[in-house]
């Protein structure tokens, strides 16, 4: 039996129009995608996704532009091409808020492709271009490849972490279940790739603290039981 194509979240749109670019380049270049609509469920894929800040309203937006997993990593590049050429023929980068940005700012756009949209980065080369300051694509590449390597890293989940999930394990079971579960969970990189958030020393508390968060619930329900 062939095995289930998967698709990852490529992008949150409020309106058909502001997608259809998109759609159209994928379209175009024979990219694999479909289009769902978030659910009340979509709120951790949202959360976890590039470039998607998720807020009481995170459900305004109607559309989740989905990628096939293989063709991720090409939906990007051939986007950042395509948005090269229009804004090249446009000159559209006239009227945009990184215009106002010095030029270090705008490098620093360049160098955060998990913090900015593709567009944002093309517009920031665009303008660095005008300005006299060329940057290549291959120096564009290497700085998304160092980024790569910085947001792979996982990150210590704090002390005053570990000390609240052993007190919630201990005294709630359920909330200690959740926390857990958080720290465990895994994050989608821009690349599409998804890793773990929290390293070793943290999962490893989390999974004890599970461990413990089951069996205080598992007593809990057995006690209310025999007082029945």
Known sequence: MEDEKKYILFRVFRNEEDMKFFTDVFDDCGIDYTIENPKADSNDVLSSAYGVQVAEDAMQYKFMLMVAEDDFERSQSELRSHIADYFG???SEENTL??????????DVIKKPDEWAVEDIV??????????????????????????????????????????????AFLGGIIGIFLAASLLGKKQLFNGEKVVMYDRKTRINAIVYLIISIVVVIAGTVFLIMKL
């Open 89 to 91: 023929n446009a000159g």
């Open 98 to 107: 990184l215009n106002e940005f010095s030029d270090d700012e705008l490098l």
């Open 123 to 168: 517009m920031a080369q665009t303008l660095l271009d005008k300005r006299g300051k060329h940057v290549s694509d291959e120096v564009v590449d290497a700085y998304r490849q160092k980024r790569l390597e910085e947001v792979r890293q996982p990150k210590f989940g704090g002390y005053g972490t570990i000390i609240i999930g052993y007190i919630f």
